[in-house]
């Protein structure tokens, strides 16, 4: 049976007419067990009318050409390559091996001819892209009454790069909403790989919070995964927004849960840079918006942070006005969430930064009319095969010379590159460091309040609001030699212990919440040191490690 067509039928000779026989079509519609047409002028996923005759070409090849035509290659280009490849395999041994011109200039026709907009109405348009990609969609949920729109998207390429990637390291979230570009919350799961790129390996589009129907679409995300590989499992899942629920998110991956910080240090900085011109008082509003955040550790609330800062900063009310707006009526839950989670390393902001601003640039910016139905083409199509190309010019070599146009580059792997002679760091004064320019060696840029997580650096990447290899460089540097002050997330989650240590309740009840509370915390230590080991973040401290063995 053809590409799994369950179509069949029984034929009977009749015994009086022998002449004549009965056909008896026990499934007439050519589909496969799912319902989706396998072949013929139903299947509306074929490429050409041969395909009425012939079996079609893989769904993998089908997807390779389909991406290095999105991403620019020339129809000659692909044929040739294709050529060498079967040559090199010995020549030819399958339908695929039997690529011709026509099948790549009609999926290039095919490219030009697909419309984003399937219906005049988006919500239409988004259902019947919904089953046209079945296979696709690991959660779909219609706007309907009190319910939101809710859609799951994970292709097959995805699915693979989340087994490879995701076990053993990081899941994070990429949370963007409210743009003017698009109405709807857009949620990317990243993984990262071996050269420190965050790849997506999943999409949600959401009309209302991620965090509010989380519960609904993860299990069916963790099922889609463990049904390939039931070992699976992540190092850690990192959150960028408070609201997401760190309890469902530890039960679905059993693993534990990171807060990163890229929205807030990215946030602020770019408001510093734009309502304050001197770069001095920048860095030193930057360094006390931090212990904002942390307030927590030296017994302060939020208000009194707050207003504390306002008092300083008097003078800059054009910044003060902006964080007002924006940032105060939500700093109270960023500040909770600091205090019940670990933070993640300042690594993996540099790398999300980087995917984010390829989104933005490649996604986002473009003029779509705010409709859903864009939105999902953009990411599946173009934005897809950008991945999926780079992915396959590092693994197999091919086109190392469109590389350049197409490489992914984030600070965190750049910063590897950086050797240590070239940072210069006053070990008696570690208000700031200094780090020499790859590219003039007469240059060097200046680091002030190094290891924290509100370093600035005032290199021209940095100065736009960025995360630069600079900052990471000291970053791991200062870690390596331990020698850099405790980070402001270590203290506040080293203080949460002494509490819990300090005053013990009375009542059983609250004592037995108090206990399990421990040994989570006692499970998340354990998993901190263990990347502490592995250089990823800062050495526990002797006090955390006494801390650790009161707890044992």
Same mark, same amino acid.
């Given at each position: 049976m053809m590409r799994g067509c369950i179509c069949h039928f029984t034929v009977k000779r009749l015994y009086t007419r022998p002449q004549l026989a009965l056909i008896i079509y026990n499934q007439r519609s050519h589909v496969d067990k799912s319902g989706a047409p396998c072949h013929g002028i139903l299947d509306q996923e074929s490429v050409g009318t041969r395909a009425m005759y012939a079996p079609r070409i893989s769904e993998e090849l089908r997807q390779k050409v389909m991406s290095l035509l999105h991403v620019g290659i020339s129809l000659d280009a692909i044929v040739q390559h294709h050529m060498e490849e079967v040559q090199r395999h010995g020549g030819p041994h399958s339908r695929d091996d039997f690529l011709t011109r026509n099948d790549v200039r009609n999926m290039e026709r095919l490219i030009r001819n697909s419309p984003h907009e399937l219906h005049l109405d988006d919500r239409c348009s988004v259902k019947m892209w919904v089953q046209r990609h079945h296979k696709h969609v690991f959660y779909f949920q219609e706007s309907c009454g009190c319910e939101g729109f809710v859609l799951g998207v994970q292709t097959d390429w995805q699915?693979?790069?989340?087994?490879?990637?995701?076990?053993?390291?990081?899941?994070?979230?990429?949370?963007v909403s409210g743009s003017k570009k698009f109405k709807h919350t857009l949620c990317s799961l990243l993984a990262f790989d071996s050269s420190q790129n965050a790849i997506p390996v999943a999409w949600i589009i959401s009309s209302s919070s991620i965090g509010q129907n989380i519960h609904k679409w993860i299990p069916s995300l963790v099922e889609r995964i463990r049904g390939k590989d039931t070992r699976w499992r992540p190092n850690a899942v990192l959150v960028d927004d408070p609201s997401f629920e760190a309890s469902i998110l530890r039960e679905a991956f059993q693993c534990r849960v990171l807060l990163c910080l890229w929205h807030v240090r990215r946030g602020w900085l770019k408001g510093l840079l734009k309502y304050c011109n001197n770069f001095d008082v920048q860095r030193e509003m930057f360094k006390q918006l931090g212990r904002i955040l942390y307030c927590t550790r030296n017994g302060s609330s939020v208000a009194d942070a707050v207003e504390e800062f306002v008092q300083i900063f008097v003078d800059q009310y054009a910044f003060i006005e902006y964080f007002r707006s924006k940032w105060l009526s939500k700093?109270?839950?960023?500040?909770?969430?600091? =205090?019940? @989670?670990?933070v993640a390393p300042q690594e993996t902001i540099a790398s999300i930064e980087s995917y984010h601003l390829r989104l933005k640039s490649k996604v986002l910016s473009q003029d779509s009319d705010q409709r859903v139905d864009f939105l999902i083409h953009a990411l599946t199509s173009q934005f897809h095969s950008f991945y999926w190309f780079e992915q396959y010019t590092v693994e197999t070599g091919y086109f190392e010379n469109l590389r350049d146009r197409f490489s992914l580059t984030n600070p965190w792997n750049q910063a590897t590159h950086i050797p240590d002679i070239d940072v210069l760091l006053d070990e008696e004064n570690l208000q700031l460091a200094k780090v020499v320019s790859q590219a003039d060696n007469n240059v060097a840029y200046t680091i002030w309040n190094p290891g924290s997580e509100f370093t600035l650096c005032d290199c021209s990447w940095s100065m736009v609001g960025n995360m630069c290899k600079h900052v990471i460089k000291v970053a791991i540097f200062c870690r390596s030699r331990q020698?850099? =002050?405790? @980070?402001?997330?270590?203290q506040v989650y080293r203080q949460t212990l002494v509490n819990l240590l300090q005053n013990l309740p009375e009542d059983p009840l609250v004592l037995e919440h108090a206990i399990s509370h421990v040994t989570r915390l006692e499970q998340d230590i354990k998993s901190l040191e263990d990347l502490s080991n592995s250089g990823l973040l800062q050495p526990l401290s002797s006090i955390d490690q006494q801390n650790y063995r009161i707890l044992k």
């Open positions: 699915l693979q790069q989340m087994l490879r990637y995701g076990h053993g390291g990081f899941i994070a979230s990429h949370l700093i109270e839950l960023w500040v909770n969430c600091v =205090r019940t @989670l670990p020698i850099a =002050r405790p @980070l402001l997330s270590a």
